[in-house]
Each structure stands twice: as structure tokens, then as C-alpha cells.
């Protein structure tokens, strides 16, 4: 018998379609083995939580650093464990049909572990479900033993994360009485947040003046800003912004009068289409364009795929290989593309995007040719981002003329740029949207009139408009899956930024929409319309943390390094033996200065704790907790005083003063 063993029914079933009369097919529901708790690690003499029945937590018990791994079914799997290892006995051959990267390869080989099987097995890459793709894949079986290093690289990523943040966790929830998680992720991303929301409140507006003309020319008006000459020192800040109004006034008194264009050029420019979209671009423009958030796009996503619409979406590339241009045909023929545009459609044009040498594990996210009907709004959406990024690669590029104007006045340089659209191309397809697809250049897009140079202009009018230096915006779902996709716009180091510019990122295509979501259940980050934003508890998590757990360089560095064992180049156990000594340090840098809100602690450390107001005596933040009776009151665990909330009732509580009235 020759088995597939898919990583999901919804997996299994495309591929049952197209070769279920050659194959018998069976699948896993995405992970169904998973680590041992750490009660499995710990010695037997370890006293029991009565409540949970679980290990208490211990610093005594720190570092957990496991010899050997534990793997047991997750409860809900039992069943189709047992399932699929009926079948494994019965196979000649199986063929591993996980999701295309490091993760699905481990799901299923850790499967093939698990029930000992020692037969022969094979490697499906599945990019896309189509029926077309589906054959190609097949036809294309690999040794799943040429894809080990991807399973070694999984499995490392998962012990360095239980390792990290099962330590971690305990030591700094043990130390602070309230449940602190810490992980090799999650925390420098939420040091993202934290470091923004502190630079937003921190930020203090500073005034500057932009001074115009108000320009007339024979063939329409125009603005023109001023342009300081190289010696404009004194009166301008550091930025070379213009501070002083009254340089300002007198600059746009000079502003009126005749004067002539000293430059005008018009240059013939073009613009290709963008990119097809990674996973992380498509989270970042479904964010800004719908408020989507990046676990929901990538859900839709994953939809459009299970259902063989679009192709694989966990994906870090934006680019397409070369020998699948000739699949473009058929793929535009099942978009919804506009008659008004089907006629610019050239399935022979060659967009930069295909490039075989840039492709990495996956291609960018396109559509596949199949039907898209019956969608969720959600899928819709995402759908209609994903179609169009393919079909303008095939539209004509955009058209323009870039235009720069000087304008010599009052013995004053004035400069005006704008552009003039000679044919929209593909920019036709996003209508008024077109917009956002923009690569950013900054370029103004002022409307101005046909010129020559040595034009007689008249100045009209100046003005010193008063302006304000802003503060960063607040991270979105979007914008902060870019900051982890894009790490080194946020480090200072000049060698540093260098080397993460070209490798580097805070967990993977697959892994960041968990994170974000994973800092929101735990109370670190909350959501306010589209922003997101850190809580009292996640900025003193942070505060209190070692600079090495919150610095995004390390967890980058340390992508870099599960990427060099996928590729070959790394041991694991080197790997490891890292992760566990910097645990073994940072236990000694554990302090119980974090001021936990809204937490529960585990394993016998306390109950849950609201934040209480500030400690009349020693000015700490403090809890609330409740009586037996379920009366709640406030505590200060820094210096043991407690009173009533409500500073109604005159009863001491062991404190060392009285509640207020």
C-alpha cells in the first residue's frame, strides 16, 4: 500500500481528488503530537497543587533542561494517531504531504517517529492544490530524507521556545506572584510596542515654518516652497527645519514681484506594477485598506488555499518562478478583470517579479485558476487583494512625467514638483486605490502648468505656514508585522542593521500573527480600533526585563540560526546548548519588580490580581484581592499594607495605618 499522510483533512482532500485512485490518504490535524509538560522533567518530591493537581512551581526546580525529549498524542488526536499508525503497518511506501516548509515537514516525520516506521517515505511540495499543480507535485516525488534539516530546524525552534518560556515564565511569575509569560518571541516583540507607545507619549511637538509663494504663469497658478541656500544656519534646528518666524515672515515678504522659472523639467518616468504579495505584505495592506488583523488575514488566507484559489500563504517571498509564467494564460482567464481592461491584458508581458533566483522555499501568493465563488467577506477581501497583485503584472506599466520646477524670486530659490499621468497602466485596475500601491518615494503630487525654462512668473503672494514636527504612529496589526518582518529599521548599529537588512526578521511568516495574538490574550497589548497598544503590565514586564530578553537583534540573530540548520549549516545541539546557558544566566537576572495586573499565576503562586491604586505609604502600585467571604480589598506587597477599597469602612487589616474616609 503507498500512503499519503497529509498535514490536514482539508489537505487530504485535494489531494484525494486528484490521486486517490493511486494512493490511500489519510492526515494529522496539523501538529498531533506535542512536548511534555515540565511536571514530566521535575523530581517526583515536588509538593502538588490540591486545586490544579498539577507540580507546584519552584525556584529550587530551575532551570527544566530536558536530556531526553517527551512527546505524548494531544487529546483530541488519540484516535487518528492510532488511525494512521493502523495504516503505517500495513504501507510499502508513504509520502510526507505537510505544508510546504520547516513545520509541516516536522508534523509528519515526528508522526513517522512516534509509530517506528521504518519503511521507505517520500516528499510532496505542494505550493498550490490546483488539479494542475497537484500532478506536478506528484510527479516530482522526493527522498524525504533530503528534507531532515527542515524537521531538525522545527524541532529546534520548539525545544528553544519550551526551554525559554517555561523557565522564564516560572521565574518571573514566581518572583512577582502573578502570572509574567516570557518568550523568545513574543517578548522582544512586545518591547516593539512598548519602546513606541513610550517614544508617542514622550514626544513633544516642536514648531517649524514652511514658507511658499503663491506663483502665477500664463498658463495657470502654481505653489512653489521655499529652498534655503547651503550658509541658512542660524534659525533653523537640527533636522534643517525653519524654527524662527520671524526669519519666516521675512522670507515670504520677499515673495511678491516678478520672477522667472530659473529650471523646469519634465522627465519621462514609468512604474511597474508592485510585487506579488508575501504573507506579511498582504497582513500589512489588509490591515491599512479593511482594519483586518493579521491572524484574520492570514485565516482567510489559508482558506483560499485549503479551497485551491490562491496558493500556499505562509510565505516570506514576493517573488515568482520562471516556469510557471506559462501558467499565466489560464490564470487570467478566471479572473474577474474588467472588459474595459481585458484588452491591456498581455499574458506574454514579463513583470521583474518573475525571477526563479529570488524565489525561496515558496512563491508569492497567487491566484491558482480556479473558480473563487460562494467566499466568506473576509476571504472576499483578501481575495481581491491577491488577484489584482497578479493581474497588473500583466497590465501596462504606469506613465508619468516627473516635473521639477525652480522659480528665481525676490532674490530667493522657490521649487515646485508634481507629475503629469500620460497613461495610468495598471494603476486603471485599483481605481481611486491606486494610490496606496504607490511605492513610497515621497514625491509630491502637485497639479502645475505647462512651463518652460526663463518663463516670466509673478509672485503673488508669501506665506509662512506654521507647522508641527509629529510623533511615530502607533503600531496596527499591519504596521507591526512589518516592524517584526523588517527588523532592522528599528537597530542603530551600523553592522547590525547591515546584516539583519539582508536576513533577518522577529519569528517567521508562519509564527507572527500567533505572537501579536498570544500578547493580547495575556493582557500585554490591547487593540483600540486599529491600533494596538501596550497595558500597564506589558510596559512593566519590559522595564523590568534584561535588555538581552527584549532586544529584537537576538531573536533575529536567532531566526538566522534556525535558518542556517534548515539549510545544512548548523548543528541543532550547538544551537541548543546556547539556548540553554543564556536560560542558565538570565534565571540570575530575575527581579520581583513587575507590577502585574489582570495576570493569574500557576502551579500554587496566588490567584488573580487586579491593579489597585497607589500605596499611601510607600507610593507602589498595588492589588486587589478578596476575603474568604469574596469582600475584595487592596494589598501593597512591597510593604504589607491592605485596606478596603472603597475607604468607607474605618477596620484595620493588619496594616500600618487606618483606611482613609
Known sequence: MKLIIAEKPSLARAIRDVVGREYTVTNAFGHILELAEPDEYTPADVPVNSKTGKKRWRMEDLPILPDKWIKHPKLDAKEQLMKIKGLLNEADLVVNAGDPDREGQLLIDEILDYCRYRGSVQRVWLASLDETSVKKAFDNLRDNREYRTLSQAAEARSQADWVVGMNLTRAWTIQN??????GRVQTPTLALVVRRDIEIEMFKPRDFFDVVVHCRHTNGDFLAKWKPSADDGPGFDEEGRLVDRVLADKI?????????VSRYEAKDSKQSAPLPFSLSALQKAA???FGMSANNVLEAAQ?????????YPRTDCRYLPEEQHGDAGHILASLPVSDQLKGKVSANRKHSAWNTGKVTAHHAIIPTGESASGLSDAEEKIYDLIWKSYAALFLPDYLYKAISVAVALGGEQWTASGRLDMDRGWKVLYGADAVEEDDED????????SMATDDLITGQKGEARAKQTKPPKRFTDGLLID??????????????????KETSGIGTEATRANILETLVKRGFVERKGKQIISTTTGRS???????????PVTTARWEDHLTSMADGKLDPAKFMGAIQQMVREQLGKVTSSVSVAGGKSSGGSGGAKKAGPTCPDCKTATIILKTKTGKPFCKCEKCGSAWWPDRSDSKKLGSKWE???
Open 303 to 311: 482558506s483560499l488555499y485549503e479551497k485551491k484559489i490562491t496558493s
Open 541 to 551: 514586564l519590559i522595564r523590568a526585563l534584561p535588555a538581552d530578553l527584549t532586544d
Open 442 to 449: 515621497g514625491e509630491e503630487r502637485a497639479s502645475l502648468p
Open 483 to 500: 516592524a517584526m518582518s523588517n527588523i532592522h529599521k528599528f537597530v542603530t548599529d551600523p553592522a547590525a542593521k547591515a546584516k539583519l
Open 177 to 182: 506572584n502573578g502570572l509574567l509569560s516570557v
Open 287 to 289: 490591515s491599512a485598506k
Open 252 to 260: 515670504a515678504a520677499k515673495a511678491i514681484g516678478q520672477g522667472r
Open 659 to 661: 483606611a482613609r474616609k
